[in-house]
């Protein structure tokens, strides 16, 4: 069974910028695609950025122009660059297969923007 290890996440002001890695204990980046998922107090989880195995990216409307989502497979590493940081962006963020989980999730790490 694949384990995913997030991390990168902390506490920044609005505006700020935090860059969030995804480590997979197998090559998985090459033939799957993954997800950044985020999950704020009391709603549910939601997809935030895609990234296929091609490397094509894709983004949830909310954080279109602010996050950039890549990978290096090499590493087998996915991160996640958030710039533009807003308080809405407060969350637990993990990351996944996509568009539905395969593996066990990981316990995410923590991203809280204050205002």
């Known amino acids: 069974q694949v384990q995913l290890v997030e991390s990168g996440g902390g506490l920044v002001q609005a505006g700020g910028s935090l860059r969030l890695s995804c480590v997979a204990s197998?090559?998985?980046?090459?033939?799957?695609?993954i997800t950044w998922y985020r999950q704020a107090p009391g709603k549910q989880r939601e997809s935030v950025a895609t990234?296929?195995?091609?490397?094509?990216?894709d983004y949830a409307d909310s954080v279109k122009g602010r996050f950039t989502i890549s990978k290096d497979n090499a590493k087998n590493t996915v991160y996640l660059q958030m710039n533009s940081l807003k308080p809405e962006d407060t969350a637990v963020y993990y990351c996944?297969?996509?568009?539905?989980?395969?593996?066990?999730w990981g316990k995410g790490t923590l991203v809280t923007v204050s205002s």
């Open positions: 990234i296929t195995r091609g490397g094509f990216a």
């Open positions: 996944n297969t996509g568009p539905y989980a395969m593996y066990d």
């Open positions: 197998g090559s998985i980046f090459s033939i799957v695609t």
